[in-house]
């Protein structure tokens, strides 16, 4: 079945630092990758999503492009802020999926100033 | 803008008890869905739905109930809380293109059972 996988459960950093969310997925078709991410004592949101092989998402200076070949999709960011503070998750959709989205177990972000 | 709410907020109820969590959404999107999200889990599919009149199980749908009595709401019911129970709950609506679906979340509601 459908699964994503993040490696890193908690990611701590200083402001500036370059930061790298490691997201693999497995899918029997050709899916839609997302990165969502949930603000303190929010729902989560969708940051941004990528359909193809070598599509680049982006939004608020974070970026993932799509390897279809490596099938990942890690999120990066050049410089992270404190408010960037956050639990991001990567999910997948497909056509065979039912309407549903398979969510990794997601990524704590803690930036300190 | 997508607006899903939910109700109540917080809820701290009994073990054995009844309790219902309902979700509103006026997006006017064809699916609803129940998450949990507890540490170390990530969200959690417990109950869909593709419609007024229909429900889905997911992926962790023992012990809950599910009622979606018209495209704008879709409740969540555990007819006998347990303290494993205690969470947090979000619903999401959302539809499906041709290649993908999308969810619009709500802000969650907290729940302790004692």
């Known amino acids: 079945g459908d699964s994503v996988t993040q490696t890193e459960g908690q990611v701590a950093l200083s402001e500036e630092d370059f930061l790298t969310i490691h997201c693999n997925y497995s899918?029997?078709?050709?899916?839609?990758l997302f990165w969502y991410v949930q603000y303190p004592g929010e729902g989560p949101q969708l940051l941004f999503r990528?359909?193809?092989?070598?599509e680049k998402g982006s939004s608020r200076g974070f970026e993932a492009t799509y390897d279809k070949g490596t099938t990942s999709f890690h999120l990066r960011k050049a410089s992270v802020q404190e408010s960037d503070s956050a639990v991001y998750y990567c999910?997948?959709?497909?056509?065979?999926?039912?309407?549903?989205?398979?969510f990794g177990d997601g990524t704590q972000l803690v930036v300190k100033p | 803008e997508a607006a899903v709410t939910q109700s109540p907020r917080n809820k701290v109820a009994v073990t054995g008890g009844k309790v219902t969590l309902s979700c509103n959404q006026t997006?006017?999107?064809?699916?609803m869905y129940w998450y949990r999200q507890d540490t170390g889990h990530g969200l959690r599919l417990i109950h869909y739905s593709y419609g007024a009149g229909s429900t889905e199980k997911g992926d962790i749908p023992d012990g809950y109930k599910a009622s979606r009595p018209s495209q704008e709401n879709f409740s969540l019911i555990l007819e006998l809380a347990t303290p494993s129970q205690t969470s947090v709950y979000f619903c999401?609506?959302?539809?499906?293109?041709?290649?993908?679906?999308?969810?619009?979340f709500g802000p969650g509601t907290r729940l302790t059972v004692l």
């Open positions: 999910a997948l959709s497909d056509r065979g999926s039912n309407n549903r989205i398979f």
């Open positions: 997006n006017n999107h064809n699916n």
């Open positions: 999401a609506s959302g539809d499906a293109g041709p290649d993908y679906a999308e969810q619009f």
């Open positions: 990528a359909s193809r092989d070598k």
């Open positions: 899918a029997s078709g050709y899916p839609t």
